[in-house]
Structure formats: structure tokens, C-alpha cells
């Protein structure tokens, strides 16, 4: 099985600041990655696939980048209605595997 | 409008059953592949299984092999998921999602399971 890694597994920032997280895969994946958000007590949203195409209605400060096994997600401005955890999920193989999450609140 | 809607969960005991229940509604079912996908309680996200789209091809996590079956009902836009020898670690949120290709780009809201003495 592909296992992800993601680090940091939590951050604090502050409104307008610009955060970043790293997510690599054990084997290479190509550009075969998702990130999703979750806010407490919801399902999981797509926010980004194949790497970095921004999923339709998720806004632009949301961006993703990297291939192989290396990837990076970053919020531009960071916004209050942005604290959720993301996570990292690859498609190149059957299990899907998830990251273990980056936790992301104000500071 | 695309919705998933999942059903069935509830307390049962270690080494009991239980079915969970996934009604689709605002796109073409029959066409999609489906997964479950299930989230112990503060934990991360942990895929389960996926059912093709016509029901003839499954794969599963090496945590629930030999325990779990998935399957759907096309004609009632119904995925399932039959979840037997149940133990406290099965313990989560089971969440369904559509497969647009290879993305999970719809989720239901969610069914808890809990297994406790």
C-alpha cells in the first residue's frame, strides 16, 4: 500500500497569512493526489485533484502543486471560515490512502 | 442536486452485524463508482472499500476483508455496505462518496457506528 505523510499535523496563523502543507507519498504517484477539507462535525470537501486543478466553486486562494512523490497545498490569505483539517489522498493505487491530516486554526 | 444520504447505523454489540445504507439521488447512479470511507472518533480519514459501477468488480482495506461486503442496487440508486464480526476498533463515522474520476467529489453527511458491549 501507498503510505502519505503530511506535515506539519498542525498549525496556527493568522487572518491573511499565507500557510502551507506538505504531503509525500511513499512511492511515486505522478500527479494522481486530492486534498480535501473538513470542518468539525462535516464530510470532507475536494478542494483540489490531480495535483492542482482547483475544484469548481473552491476559491482561488486555494492552490496545490507538486508530482511525483512531493506535493504542497497552500492558502494564500488565510480566512476565519478556513479552519478545518485537510488531508492528502493519493489515486494512483487501490487503497486510496488518506494523509493523517493537517489541522489548521487562528492564531 | 446531487445528494448522498446514509442510513443504518447505531449501537451493536462486538460480533454483531449491521447494514448501512446509502440512498443517491440527482445523478445518473449506475454509472459512477462508489466508496465508503469511515473516520473513528477524533481520528483521520480511513478508505473501507469501492464498488464499480456496475457492481461487478470490489476492493477492500485489509482491516475489514472477510467481514465487509459492499454492493448497490442500481434500480433503487442504493449503495450498501454489510458489515459482519464487528469489533470495537469498527468503531467511526461511515461516510459514502462518489467517484468522478478518481476524485471523491461528493460525500453523504455521515452514519455512526458503535460497538460497545
Known amino acids: 500500500d501507498i503510505q502519505m505523510t503530511q506535515s506539519p499535523s498542525s498549525l496556527s496563523a493568522s487572518v491573511g497569512d499565507r500557510v502551507t502543507i506538505t504531503c509525500q507519498a511513499s512511492?511515486?504517484?505522478?500527479?494522481?493526489l486530492n486534498w480535501y477539507q473538513q470542518k468539525p462535525g462535516k464530510a470532507p470537501k475536494l478542494l483540489i485533484y490531480?495535483?492542482?486543478n482547483l475544484e469548481t466553486g473552491v476559491p482561488s486562494r486555494f492552490s496545490g502543486s507538486g508530482s511525483g512523490t512531493d506535493f504542497t497545498f497552500t492558502i494564500s490569505s488565510l480566512q476565519p471560515e478556513d479552519i478545518a483539517t485537510y488531508y492528502c489522498?493519493?489515486?494512483?493505487?487501490?487503497?486510496?490512502?488518506f494523509g493523517p491530516g493537517t489541522k489548521v486554526d487562528i492564531k | 442536486e446531487v445528494q448522498l444520504v446514509e442510513s443504518g447505523g447505531g449501537l451493536v454489540q462486538p460480533g454483531g452485524s449491521l447494514r448501512l445504507s446509502c440512498a443517491a439521488s440527482?445523478?445518473?447512479?449506475?454509472?459512477?463508482?462508489m466508496h465508503w470511507v469511515r473516520q473513528a472518533p477524533g481520528k483521520g480519514l480511513v478508505w473501507v472499500s469501492h464498488?464499480?459501477?456496475?457492481?461487478?468488480?470490489?476492493s477492500y482495506a485489509d482491516s475489514v476483508k472477510g467481514r465487509f461486503t459492499i454492493s448497490r442496487d442500481n434500480a433503487k440508486n442504493t449503495l450498501y455496505l454489510h458489515m459482519n464480526s464487528l469489533r470495537a476498533d469498527d468503531t467511526a463515522v461511515y461516510y459514502c462518496?462518489?467517484?468522478?474520476?478518481?476524485?471523491?467529489?461528493?460525500w453523504g453527511q455521515g452514519t455512526l457506528v458503535t460497538v460497545s458491549p
Open positions: 489522498q493519493q489515486y494512483d493505487n487501490l487503497p486510496r490512502t
Open positions: 464498488i464499480n459501477s456496475d457492481g461487478s468488480s470490489t
Open positions: 512511492q511515486d504517484i505522478s500527479n494522481y
Open positions: 490531480d495535483a492542482s
Open positions: 440527482g445523478f445518473t447512479f449506475s454509472t459512477y463508482w
Open positions: 462518496a462518489r467517484d468522478r474520476q478518481l476524485s471523491f467529489d461528493y
